[in-house]
C-alpha cells in the first residue's frame, strides 16, 4: 500500500463554528477547532456516498507486547457513485494495506484519516466490499473510561487483563472503521484471537471458539442488530461465566455475567440488581432493545461503560458509585451506580443513538434519569424524586449541554445531572405519569434501532405532551441560567414573572399558596393574581428545577 501525505492546505473546509444560544461567557469558552476535528465530527463526502452495512473484525490481542494485528471487513452499499472512501485509525496504529476484489489499493492519509482510492467502479445500489489490514500498538487509556484507548492490566493473579474503552475519542483508536456516529453496520461479527488460557467477551452472542496450533483461541462473537462504533469492545481475561434467564416483554432473555475467577461469588451477590433493572426498566422504557443479543455484564479494570448487550462492570461489587451516594439523600446506596446506569443506555445510546456527539445529552440526561425511575419503580415516587433533587449540587452551569456540531464536540457534563433535572421537570409539566411513561416507552419505540438528533427529540416530546416545548428546551440545553421565579405580594395581590431567561420563557409551573397548590403560567412579563391574602406563603414545587426570587411589600 502506498501512503501519500496531503500537504497543509486542506482537502476539506475547516468547519465553522456553529454558536449556541447560550450566554456569551459560554460563547466564549468555545475551543478552536482544527481540521481533524471536521475530518472527525463531519459527514464528509469521503462517507456520505455509501451505507455502511456489515464488519467483520478479525484481530489479535497480544497482551505480551500490548499489540492489536488484524482486519476489518467492510461491506456497504453504494447510494451514489463516487471512487473515494474515508476510513478512519488513528495513530501509533497503522494501516498496512487496503484491499476490494482481490487488488490493493492506494490511500492517502491525512492524520487519523485515510482516504482509499477506490479503482473498481462503484455504482448506486451495488454492495461492495474492503478489507482493512492494520495493526501495532493502540493508544492506551491513561484514565478509562474518560480517556479513550486500551487499558492493559493484570489481575490479582498476575493474569492479563484487557478492555477498550473509546467514547467521544473514537472506536479508531483501535481498530480502522467509519468513525461517525450518524451511520451503523447493520449486524457484526467480532472475531478476537487471545492466549488460549484467557476468554475475550465482546458484543452480541458467541458463535464458536477456535482452538488455533499458535497457542491462542478465537472467540466469535455475532451481534445480529445495528451497532454503534464505540459501543464494540474487546474484554480479555481469566473470566469465569454464570448466567440466568429473565421472562421480559419479548420473551426469555438470556443475561450472561463474566467476573473474575476470585470474584464469582461477590458477582453472584452483586448482581441481583440486573433482573431488577429489567424489571424497572422495561416498564418505563418498553422491551430491552438487544433480546436476540442477549443482555451480558462482563468485569473490567475500570469503571464501566455502556457497550451494547456487553456492559462493562467495574465498581468494587458495591451499591452506589464506587460505595458513594452521589445524590447526598441515601437512596444512591440502593443500587449499584454502575449497573443501573450503564445498563440505562441499553435505551438511550444503544438503542436511540446521537447522529452528533454534540447531541450527547439524548444519551446521557436521559439514562442519568433513568436512575431517578430505577427507584421510583422499586421504592416509590418520592425516592426518585429527592435522590434527582439531591444530584443538584453537582450542576455546574459552566456552558450549554447541547455542544457544537460536524466538530466531534460535547456539551457541558452538566448534561447528565442538569438534564436528569430537566426531564424531571418535564415530567411535572405534563402531570400524568402514564402519559409520560407511555412517551418514554414511545421514544424507545419510535426510534428503534436508529440514529438521531436533538431536534428529532425535541419535536417528538412537544408532539407527545401536547406542549411547546421550544422555549424549554432553549432554556435547558442551549443556556447556563437557571429560570427565576421572581415575585411580590402587594395590596391582596400576587405579581410573578419569569426572569434569568431566554426570550420568550413561559413555563407554566407548581406553587403552594398557604399550603394548597396552584399552578402559574408565568411569562417575562409581570402578572398578577388578586384575592391573595397578605401574609400568603408561597412555595415552588420542588420538582421543578428553577429558582425564586422574593420582593416583599
Given at each position: 500500500?502506498?501512503?501519500?501525505?496531503?500537504?497543509?492546505?486542506?482537502?476539506?473546509?475547516?468547519?465553522?463554528?456553529?454558536?449556541?444560544?447560550?450566554?456569551?461567557?459560554?460563547?466564549?469558552?468555545?475551543?478552536?477547532?482544527?481540521?481533524?476535528?471536521?475530518?472527525?465530527?463531519?459527514?464528509?463526502?469521503?462517507?456520505?456516498?455509501?451505507?455502511?452495512?456489515?464488519?467483520?473484525?478479525?484481530?489479535?490481542?497480544?497482551?505480551?507486547?500490548?499489540?492489536?494485528?488484524?482486519?476489518?471487513?467492510?461491506?456497504?452499499?453504494?447510494?451514489?457513485?463516487?471512487?473515494?472512501?474515508?476510513?478512519?485509525?488513528?495513530?501509533?496504529?497503522?494501516?498496512?494495506?487496503?484491499?476490494?476484489?482481490?487488488?490493493?489499493?492506494?490511500?492517502?492519509?491525512?492524520?487519523?484519516?485515510?482516504?482509499?482510492?477506490?479503482?473498481?467502479?462503484?455504482?448506486?445500489?451495488?454492495?461492495?466490499?474492503?478489507?482493512?489490514?492494520?495493526?501495532?500498538?493502540?493508544?492506551?487509556?491513561?484514565?478509562?473510561?474518560?480517556?479513550?484507548?486500551?487499558?492493559?492490566?493484570?489481575?490479582?493473579?498476575?493474569?492479563?487483563?484487557?478492555?477498550?474503552?473509546?467514547?467521544?475519542?473514537?472506536?479508531?483508536?483501535?481498530?480502522?472503521?467509519?468513525?461517525?456516529?450518524?451511520?451503523?453496520?447493520?449486524?457484526?461479527?467480532?472475531?478476537?484471537?487471545?492466549?488460549?488460557?484467557?476468554?475475550?467477551?465482546?458484543?452480541?452472542?458467541?458463535?464458536?471458539?477456535?482452538?488455533?496450533?499458535?497457542?491462542?483461541?478465537?472467540?466469535?462473537?455475532?451481534?445480529?442488530?445495528?451497532?454503534?462504533?464505540?459501543?464494540?469492545?474487546?474484554?480479555?481475561?481469566?473470566?469465569?461465566?454464570?448466567?440466568?434467564?429473565?421472562?421480559?416483554?419479548?420473551?426469555?432473555?438470556?443475561?450472561?455475567?463474566?467476573?473474575?475467577?476470585?470474584?464469582?461469588?461477590?458477582?453472584?451477590?452483586?448482581?441481583?440488581?440486573?433482573?431488577?433493572?429489567?424489571?424497572?426498566?422495561?416498564?418505563?422504557?418498553?422491551?430491552?432493545?438487544?433480546?436476540?443479543?442477549?443482555?451480558?455484564?462482563?468485569?473490567?479494570?475500570?469503571?464501566?461503560?455502556?457497550?451494547?448487550?456487553?456492559?462493562?462492570y467495574g465498581n468494587g461489587y458495591q451499591n452506589g458509585y464506587l460505595g458513594r451516594d452521589l445524590s447526598g439523600t441515601g437512596w444512591g446506596l440502593k443500587f449499584d451506580f454502575i449497573i443501573i446506569?450503564?445498563?440505562?443506555?441499553?435505551?438511550?445510546?444503544?438503542?436511540?443513538?446521537?447522529?452528533?456527539?454534540?447531541?450527547?445529552?439524548?444519551?446521557?440526561?436521559?439514562?442519568?434519569?433513568?436512575?431517578?425511575?430505577?427507584?421510583?419503580?422499586?421504592?416509590?415516587?418520592?425516592?426518585?424524586?429527592?435522590?434527582?433533587?439531591?444530584?443538584?449540587?453537582?450542576?455546574?452551569?459552566?456552558?450549554?449541554?447541547?455542544?457544537?456540531?460536524?466538530?466531534?464536540?460535547?456539551?457541558?457534563?452538566?448534561?447528565?445531572?442538569?438534564?436528569?433535572?430537566?426531564?424531571?421537570?418535564?415530567?411535572?409539566?405534563?402531570?400524568?405519569?402514564?402519559?409520560?411513561?407511555?412517551?418514554?416507552?414511545?421514544?424507545?419505540?419510535?426510534?428503534?434501532?436508529?440514529?438521531?438528533?436533538?431536534?428529532?427529540?425535541?419535536?417528538?416530546?412537544?408532539?407527545?405532551?401536547?406542549?411547546?416545548?421550544?422555549?424549554?428546551?432553549?432554556?435547558?440545553?442551549?443556556?447556563?441560567?437557571?429560570?427565576?421565579?421572581?415575585?411580590?405580594?402587594?395590596?391582596?395581590?400576587?405579581?410573578?414573572?419569569?426572569?434569568?431567561?431566554?426570550?420568550?420563557?413561559?413555563?407554566?409551573?407548581?406553587?403552594?399558596?398557604?399550603?394548597?397548590?396552584?399552578?402559574?403560567?408565568?411569562?417575562?412579563?409581570?402578572?398578577?393574581?388578586?384575592?391573595?391574602?397578605?401574609?400568603?406563603?408561597?412555595?415552588?414545587?420542588?420538582?421543578?428545577?428553577?429558582?425564586?426570587?422574593?420582593?416583599?411589600?
Open positions: 500500500m502506498k501512503l501519500i501525505s496531503f500537504p497543509n492546505k486542506s482537502i476539506l473546509p475547516v468547519a465553522l463554528a456553529l454558536v449556541s444560544l447560550g450566554t456569551v461567557a459560554a460563547q466564549a469558552q468555545a475551543p478552536a477547532f482544527t481540521q481533524q476535528d471536521t475530518l472527525r465530527g463531519s459527514i464528509t463526502k469521503e462517507r456520505a456516498w455509501w451505507d455502511l452495512t456489515y464488519y467483520h473484525l478479525d484481530i489479535q490481542v497480544n497482551p505480551a507486547d500490548s499489540s492489536i494485528h488484524g482486519v476489518n471487513t467492510i461491506q456497504y452499499k453504494v447510494l451514489e457513485p463516487y471512487q473515494v472512501m474515508q476510513i478512519d485509525l488513528q495513530p501509533p496504529l497503522r494501516i498496512e494495506k487496503v484491499v476490494q476484489n482481490g487488488k490493493q489499493l492506494d490511500v492517502k492519509q491525512l492524520g487519523n484519516a485515510h482516504f482509499v482510492q477506490l479503482t473498481a467502479q462503484q455504482t448506486s445500489g451495488a454492495e461492495n466490499q474492503v478489507e482493512v489490514y492494520y495493526g501495532g500498538k493502540p493508544q492506551v487509556s491513561v484514565r478509562p473510561p474518560w480517556s479513550g484507548g486500551i487499558t492493559w492490566a493484570r489481575d490479582e493473579r498476575g493474569n492479563p487483563f484487557v478492555a477498550s474503552s473509546c467514547q467521544g475519542d473514537g472506536a479508531s483508536l483501535w481498530w480502522p472503521c467509519k468513525d461517525h456516529m450518524y451511520d451503523e453496520p447493520d449486524s457484526m461479527l467480532i472475531s478476537v484471537a487471545v492466549p488460549k488460557e484467557l476468554t475475550n467477551v465482546s458484543n452480541g452472542r458467541l458463535r464458536k471458539v477456535d482452538e488455533n496450533k499458535d497457542g491462542t483461541r478465537t472467540f466469535h462473537w455475532f451481534v445480529s442488530n445495528p451497532i454503534n462504533n464505540y459501543g464494540v469492545n474487546i474484554n480479555v481475561g481469566d473470566y469465569v461465566n454464570f448466567s440466568e434467564e429473565y421472562q421480559g416483554e419479548k420473551g426469555a432473555l438470556d443475561c450472561n455475567y463474566y467476573v473474575l475467577r476470585d470474584n464469582l461469588e461477590k458477582a453472584k451477590r452483586q448482581f441481583k440488581d440486573v433482573p431488577r433493572m429489567l424489571q424497572a426498566f422495561e416498564h418505563w422504557f418498553g422491551p430491552y432493545p438487544f433480546y436476540e443479543d442477549s443482555y451480558k455484564l462482563v468485569e473490567t479494570p475500570y469503571l464501566g461503560m455502556e457497550h451494547q448487550s456487553s456492559v462493562t446506569h450503564e445498563s440505562g443506555h441499553e435505551w438511550f445510546a444503544n438503542n436511540i443513538t446521537y447522529k452528533d456527539i454534540a447531541d450527547m445529552w439524548i444519551h446521557e440526561s436521559f439514562t442519568a434519569y433513568s436512575e431517578s425511575l430505577f427507584l421510583d419503580y422499586h421504592y416509590g415516587t418520592k425516592a426518585g424524586n429527592e435522590y434527582t433533587i439531591g444530584k443538584r449540587k453537582s450542576i455546574q452551569n459552566d456552558r450549554p449541554i447541547i455542544g457544537q456540531y460536524d466538530v466531534n464536540h460535547s456539551g457541558s457534563g452538566d448534561m447528565y445531572n442538569k438534564g436528569a433535572n430537566m426531564l424531571h421537570t418535564l415530567r411535572q409539566l405534563v402531570n400524568d405519569d402514564e402519559k409520560f411513561r407511555g412517551i418514554l416507552r414511545g421514544l424507545n419505540r419510535d426510534f428503534y434501532h436508529q440514529t438521531v438528533t436533538t431536534k428529532q427529540i425535541e419535536d417528538y416530546l412537544s408532539k407527545h405532551s401536547g406542549k411547546d416545548l421550544t422555549r424549554f428546551f432553549d432554556q435547558y440545553l442551549r443556556d447556563t441560567r437557571i429560570p427565576e421565579l421572581e415575585y411580590r405580594l402587594e395590596k391582596k395581590k400576587l405579581a410573578y414573572r419569569w426572569t434569568n431567561v431566554v426570550d420568550g420563557f413561559d413555563m407554566p409551573v407548581k406553587v403552594y399558596l398557604n399550603g394548597k397548590e396552584t399552578w402559574l403560567e408565568p411569562t417575562t412579563e409581570w402578572k398578577e393574581m388578586k384575592k391573595v391574602k397578605a401574609g400568603t406563603t408561597v412555595k415552588v414545587d420542588p420538582n421543578f428545577y428553577v429558582t425564586v426570587g422574593t420582593q416583599t411589600t
